[in-house]
């Protein structure tokens, strides 16, 4: 497949499709859409799919693919979106997945992705949904994230984070959807949430959560 050097898009979604991805993907130098979605693809990310610089939307969600997210990913600085969720991921979330700037869309949940939230996916100001939850993330919620001001989704729940919920995130005026339950976050909820309009769906059970609630 690595020899149709001019295709442009590969939609492989919802098959039976087994074993790695292949490395020879590389070869698709024009290739702007990759969707191998809902297969049986194990293995590891291949190094060589960060060679593949026109890539626009990755979508390798739903499939048995495990080890690290690998930094060469952050070479696709076209890349608007990029899903990578139920798999079987593990080790931190790259930092360097803060140079992807033209991120909209990133959605890395049901994994086995551990450690801290890096503070760098703050530089993804044009994301508009951050999804990270069913992971093992702990730390604390990064106060940058309040600076992500087109976000839209933020979801972080069923993780270990631990600490106060940012009063940061109450900058987010686009922020529909908010959840965080599921943690062990502590503290008490912010009061500015309480003139948030945007918010139409605000998850934060099962947590440390103390203090009176938002007026």
């Excluded at 106060?164 to 965080?180: A, D, G, K, V």
């Excluded at 769906?201 to 009176?212: D, M, R, T």
């Amino acid at each position: 497949m690595g020899n149709l050097e001019n295709l442009v898009e590969l939609d492989l979604a919802a098959n039976k499709l087994i074993g790695p991805i292949p490395h020879s993907l590389a070869n698709l130098s024009r290739l702007e859409i990759l969707y191998l979605i809902d297969n049986q693809l194990s293995g590891l990310v291949p190094l060589e799919i960060g060679d593949i610089k026109n890539l626009v939307d990755l979508a390798l969600q739903q499939n048995k693919l495990s080890g690290p997210i690998l930094y060469s990913l952050a070479n696709l600085t076209r890349l608007k979106s990029l899903h990578l969720y139920e798999n079987q991921l593990s080790g931190p979330v790259p930092s360097k997945i803060g140079d992807m700037k033209n991120l909209i869309d990133l959605e890395l949940s049901q994994n086995k992705l551990g450690g801290a939230i890096p503070h760098s996916l703050s530089n993804l100001t044009r994301l508009e949904t951050l999804y990270l939850h069913s992971d093992q993330l702990s730390g604390p919620v990064p106060s940058e994230i309040g600076d992500m001001k087109n976000l839209i989704g933020l979801e972080l729940s069923q993780n270990n984070l631990s600490g106060p919920i940012p009063h940061s995130l109450s900058n987010l005026i686009r922020l529909e959807t908010l959840s965080l339950y599921s943690n062990q976050l502590s503290g008490a909820i912010p009061q500015e949430f309480g003139s948030q309009a945007s918010i139409v769906e605000f998850q934060l059970s099962n947590n440390l959560l103390s203090g009176s609630l938002p007026q």
